[in-house]
């Protein structure tokens, strides 16, 4: 039986702005959007690769030329990531508190916390009531189990086939470059341990030559370089006094293990939000935590070589007890991260860039199955809010060019950004959105009435403005997804 994505697009010819999570205008936010009741998987990769993002069932596009913060598609290569120095410290300083409880002050540059998914929130309030009530669509049997996946501190996590380039963006020199010159200077203490290590070696029979060999291969053995799995994994420690375990539950369809912690998760999102975004209890409820972060429209789906596709929430328990939650879609080729909370109590572990790094490994895991998954999608790159750059500090990272949807490295657009804060970023002006190029909107599918026909036999029957509405819409979802998904009907009408 095909599986159909079906979408009603929130067609709205005022375009009234709401209120921005970013740079907190009341109307400077303006995007264009739709209610999916069901989208495939394939669909919503198309979908979030020209620009749109899901809160839950809401979809949304930013009009990039409009909107107050022009808000980029991000993704980062898995496969091929480089470790910066400040995110092996994060995942350090984690490790050290699992093994030794040491408790170390993050520093006062991250500013991931509390803005890693800022924003959508108030889009999937702004819309709450547009959509059709659940017994107007066709329903469609979701396909797939739910999963599990339990992996502890001290387990090895799958390496990514083909990748060993999780080496800092510059390479360190030979070890021996740090070796002091016999020049003295400040390096005059170093030289002189070296050279007494030196004279101790050659008591015993071996040359000077041979000592500074031996030790030339010890430094560069000490400097290797970790990998990101190495990192994580840190070195098991046995009676250490914390322990870290991370579970991935499916969501939608809630599986088991899902229901069984969904109100400790809650629990954990009513205090995050509070305490970060300042949210009333009252906004914070479980019915609110459902709709924003539980329900999906992605049918599950497993490929051949075992991987699930669909929303998950990647649960981080310390010691028992549940401190963090990572929700993500893993799609054919990224996991899509959608929005992390997690408990207050422990930010000086620098979660918002921890939970990062966890996601990106679980990307390259998943790419030693599946060679087409290799990317790790951070929801949007918003260049002009300070706070939400420091998403490009994963690499390699790209960025969307907003008017071919060609993928662009992310050093190139930097000083685009900082000229103008909405930017062409493909330099080449000839290079146009294929995908966006509409001749024919006659086999669009089109659900009138509980009954699946083309445009071309709706027109007979339909509102006279629909052609414009569908025209909008096709030019925003592009010619593979208008043949691909049911529109209802009811996007002809206006808001």
């Known amino acids: 039986m095909q599986s159909y994505s079906i979408v009603q697009y929130l067609y709205d010819p005022d375009r009234d702005g709401h209120h921005c999570g970013y740079c907190k205008t009341d109307n400077g936010s303006i995007s264009n959007g739709l209610w999916a009741y069901k989208l495939t998987i394939q669909d919503y990769q198309d979908m979030i690769d020209r620009g749109w993002r899901r809160s839950g069932l809401y979809c949304y596009k930013p009009m990039m030329n409009r909107t107050c913060c022009p808000a980029y598609t991000i993704k980062c290569d898995a496969s091929e990531v480089r470790l910066t120095k400040t995110q092996k410290k994060v995942l350090k300083r984690f490790t050290r508190y699992l093994h030794c409880g040491e408790k170390s002050r993050a ?13 959508g929130e108030y889009i999937e ?8 009530k659940e017994g107007d669509v066709a329903v469609i049997k979701p396909i797939g189990q739910s999963a599990v996946l339990v992996q502890t501190q001290a387990q090895q996590p799958v390496k990514a086939q083909g990748s060993s380039s999780t080496n800092s963006e510059k390479r360190p020199s030979d070890p021996m470059d740090s070796f002091p010159s016999k020049s003295g200077g400040a390096n ?5 341990r070296l050279e007494k290590r030196i004279e101790k070696m050659k008591t015993r029979g071996i040359s000077e030559e041979e000592a500074l060999a031996a030790i030339k291969a010890k430094v560069r053995k000490k400097n290797k370089e970790k990998s990101l799995e190495d990192l994580i994994a840190g070195d098991a420690k046995p009676n250490a006094p914390h322990r870290l375990e991370v579970k991935l539950v499916q969501s939608c369809p809630p599986s088991k293990e899902f229901e069984e912690t969904f109100e400790a998760a809650q629990r954990i999102y009513k205090k995050y939000q509070m305490a970060i ?9 479980a019915e609110q935590f459902r709709r924003f972060l539980c329900k999906s429209p992605l049918l599950p789906k497993q490929s051949a070589s075992g991987v699930k596709y669909g929303s998950f929430h990647q649960q981080y328990w310390l010691d028992g007890n549940l401190i963090m939650v990572g929700v993500v879609d893993v799609l054919p080729h990224c996991i899509s991260s959608v929005y992390l909370f997690f408990d207050p109590d422990y930010s000086f572990l620098s979660l918002g860039v ?7 490994a679980f990307t390259r895991s998943l790419h030693a199955r599946c060679s087409e998954l290799k990317n790790y999608y951070m929801g949007f790159y918003i260049h002009s809010c300070p706070k939400m750059r420091y998403k490009g500090q994963f690499r390699p990272s790209y960025l969307a060019c907003p008017e071919s949807f060609r993928w662009v490295p992310i050093e190139k657009c930097i000083p685009k950004l900082d ?8 330099d080449d002006p000839a290079v146009a959105d294929e995908n966006g190029r509409i001749s024919n909107l006659d086999d669009a599918l089109i659900l009138h009435e509980g009954e699946l026909m083309r445009f071309e036999d709706y027109k007979q029957v339909g509102r006279q403005e629909s052609t ?7 030019a925003l979802v592009g010619r593979v997804c208008l043949r691909r998904m049911v529109l209802a009907a009811e996007s002809f009408r206006s808001r």
């Open 277 to 285: 975004h300042h949210d009333q209890e009252s906004d914070c409820s």
């Open 125 to 132: 309030k702004a819309v709450a009531g547009h959509q059709l």
């Open 419 to 426: 000229h103008s804060k909405y930017s062409r970023l493909e």
């Open 468 to 474: 414009k509405i569908l025209e909008e819409y096709a």
């Open 354 to 360: 921890y939970s990062a790094l966890r996601e990106i």
């Open 188 to 192: 005059k203490a170093k030289r002189m």
């Open 107 to 119: 520093p006062t540059s991250d500013t991931s916390a509390g803005a890693r998914h800022e924003g």
